[in-house]
């Protein structure tokens, strides 16, 4: 089993909707988790990070539950301009190890 | 602050040649490290420094890659010689020593390798 696991999509989603994708890690010793966004022939870039309390930011709202080791990503009122590759990363601090899941691809259809 | 720089940002070798690709990581980021994605594929970790220290080498592909960082600071890995199955993005990601909570990496723009 791989240590971070995302459904890769694609998710088809139109313009507006709301969606939300998961990621699961098996390494219960993760210390911190994020989501980084990859657009097409670009690096990732860091959309937010999540904490244990769950975290807010405009559209974006991540949460994580430790008890069943995922993370999930919700974007509301969907944009074109989400359409991207969205990785979730997780960091292992006792040896400083980023772990990157397979990243989901969302389209937002117009 | 300077973010992560990468050299070069395209390069296209014939296969058999040399490669070396460059990262200069964040000033002060003790953590560098190299991804690779190939087309269509996920990305996947290659190599780990912590400061000059190999810190996990696990995803080098095979000893035809060689990864240096010279002085804990910045780091080039060499390709020699390269393979048709090299081709694909070198990212370079640095963060600082990571024992606070969300220890943010920040990547560098990659190197986009095509071996011909």
């Known amino acids: 089993r791989k240590e971070v696991e995302q459904d890769p999509g694609p998710f088809n989603v139109p313009e507006g909707a709301t969606v939300a994708f998961n990621c699961t890690y098996s390494?219960?010793?993760?210390?911190?988790f994020f989501w980084y966004r990859q657009d097409c022939r670009k690096e990732p870039k860091l959309l937010m990070s999540?904490?244990?309390s769950g975290n807010e930011d405009g559209r974006f709202t991540a949460q994580l539950n430790r008890a069943s080791q995922y993370i999930s990503l919700l974007i509301r009122d969907s944009k074109l301009s989400d359409s991207a590759t969205y990785l979730c990363?997780?960091?292992?601090?006792?040896?400083?190890?980023?772990?990157f899941g397979k990243g989901t691809r969302l389209h937002i259809l117009p | 602050e300077a973010g992560v720089t990468q050299f070069p940002s395209h390069s296209v070798i014939e296969k058999g040649q040399t490669v070396t690709l460059r990262c200069d990581p964040i000033s002060g980021h003790d953590n560098l490290y190299w991804y690779r994605r190939v087309m269509g594929k996920e990305i996947k970790f290659l190599l780990h420094f912590v400061k000059e220290s190999k810190q996990d080498e696990s995803g080098m592909p095979n000893n035809r890659f060689l990864a240096e960082r010279t002085g804990g600071t910045y780091s080039t890995l060499k390709v020699q010689p390269a393979e048709l199955e090299d081709s694909g993005v070198y990212f370079c990601?640095?963060?600082?020593?990571?024992?606070?909570?969300?220890?943010?990496?920040?990547f560098g723009q990659g190197t986009r390798l095509t071996v011909v």
């Open positions: 390494n219960s010793a993760s210390q911190s």
């Open positions: 999540v904490y244990s």
């Open positions: 990363v997780v960091f292992r601090g006792r040896d400083d190890k980023i772990i």
């Open positions: 990601a640095s963060s600082r020593t990571g024992r606070a909570m969300n220890t943010e990496a920040f």
